[in-house]
C-alpha cells in the first residue's frame, strides 16, 4: 500500500490510532498452516500426483490433494508473491478473467494449461502479497464463480469470486461490532427535481442516540444504494461501528440512488456524474436546504462531505469545483477523472478543501488520480491519498471507508 498525507494531518491520524477496537477479526481471514515450504514445493507435489500413470491411484491421490486444498480455503493456492489459479473440470479450455486482467478472458498468462494426465487446470501468477482481486473463471466460454473457492465479492453486476493474497487483512470495521447499537435508516425519499426535471430516491441515515444530537456533520452518498449494501459498499455497518465506538463524531448520510424511481434498471449515473451542472445544483440548491430544514444538521461547507467512487469520484471533485460553497469534503474512491474535470478543479483560486482519494494500482485509476494529486499538492490543499494493490471494485473500497471517516470526521 503506498499512503501520502498532508502535514497538517500527521497529529489527527496519530489520535485516531489510539482510539480502541471494538470488532473481532473473523476466523476465515486467518491463514491456514501450508504443507508446503515453498511454491515450488507445492508445484512439484501437484505435478507429481497428477502424472501417476495408474489412473485409480492417481484419481485418488488427486482426490485427496483437492479435499485439503479446500479445506485450507487455498483454492486458488496462495503462497508469498506466487498464486496458482486452480480448475477442476473436463474442459477443452480453462482461463481466469479478473482484476488483473482488465477482466479481458483471452490474455495467455492466466490462460490455463492441463496438469499432468488429470482435469486440473492451472494458470501461475504473482501479486503483491497483499493484493485482493476479483475474478471469475472461463470455461470454453462460459464464465463461472470458481466453484471451490468460498469467497465472494459483490460487484454492482452481481458476485464475484475474490483472490485473497496471504498478506491481505479483513477489514474489520465492515463487520458489526458485538453490542453495537445501530443509527437508523430511512425508506425511499421521492423527491421532484426542477434542476434535472425529474424525480429521485434517497434514503436518510441518523445515528443512534439522534434525539441528543445537534449540529450533525452530513456525508452526501453518491450511487448511495450501493455504498448502503453491506454486500457492497457497507457504509451503513461502518458508520454505525465507528460512532458507536467513539472513533468519529455523530454524523448523518444522505444516500442519493442514481436509479429512476420504479424502474431500478434505468441507472442515471452515466448524465448524472459526468461534469453535469445540472445534477450539482440540484444538490446544491434544492437537497441541501431541504435536508438542512428538516435535520439537526451544521449547516456548513466545512461540515458537509460528498463522496462518490469512479464517475462517483470524478463528480466529487467536480462538485469541489462548481459547489464550492456548499463542499469543503470531498471523498473520493478510484476516480474516473476526464480532462474536463481535472482543468476546472485545477483553476479553482481557492482551495478551502479537505480532500481524501483512494486508487488501486491493478488495472484502476492510478494515472487519473495521480493527475489530481499533483493539482492538490501544487495548490497546498490538505488531503490525504491512498494506494492498494486492488482494482476497481467494491471490495478495494469498502477497506478504505472507515479511515476516510475517521481522517474527516475524528472525536
Known sequence: MKFTISNTCMGLLF???????????????????????????????????????????????????????????????????SVAFLYWGDAKKVSWSGDFSGWNPDQPEYTGIRSGQSDIWIATQKFPPDARLDYKIVVDGNWILDPD????????????????????????????????????????????????????????????????????P????????????????????????????????????VFIDPREPGNDKNNRRMQEYVCNQKFADFVGDELIPLIDHSYKTHACPDDRMILGTSLGGMNSAWFGAVRLKDFHLLGINSPAFNPQVLAKFGSVDWFPFRVYMTTGVIHDTQKQALEMKEILEKNKVDFVYKEVNEGHSWGNWRALLADMLRWFFPM
Open 218 to 253: 452530513v456525508v452526501y452518498v453518491t450511487d448511495g444504494h450501493e455504498y448502503a449494501d453491506d454486500e457492497k459498499g457497507a457504509l451503513l455497518t461502518i458508520l454505525d461501528n465507528l460512532i458507536y465506538a467513539g472513533e468519529i463524531k455523530p454524523v448523518m448520510a
Open 15 to 81: 489520535v485516531a490510532a489510539l482510539l480502541p477496537a471494538i470488532l473481532v477479526q473473523p476466523v476465515f481471514s486467518q491463514q491456514p498452516v501450508y504443507p508446503y515450504k515453498s511454491f515450488h514445493d507445492f508445484r512439484s507435489a501437484l505435478d507429481r500426483i497428477t502424472n501417476i500413470s495408474d489412473n485409480a491411484d492417481r484419481n485418488k491421490q488427486v482426490d485427496e490433494l483437492w479435499n485439503k486444498l479446500k479445506s485450507d480455503n487455498q483454492i486458488p493456492f496462495r503462497l508469498g508473491d
Open 149 to 216: 473457492n468460498p469467497s465472494r465479492q459483490m460487484s454492482g453486476m452481481g458476485p464475484n469470486s475474490e483472490l485473497h493474497m496471504p498478506g491481505w487483512k479483513f477489514p474489520d470495521d465492515t463487520e458489526l461490532g458485538k453490542d453495537v447499537i445501530r443509527g437508523s435508516l430511512s425508506d425511499n425519499i421521492l423527491i421532484k427535481s426542477e434542476k434535472l426535471g425529474y424525480s429521485i430516491n434517497y434514503k436518510i441515515y441518523t445515528p443512534y442516540n439522534y434525539v441528543k444530537c445537534e449540529n450533525l
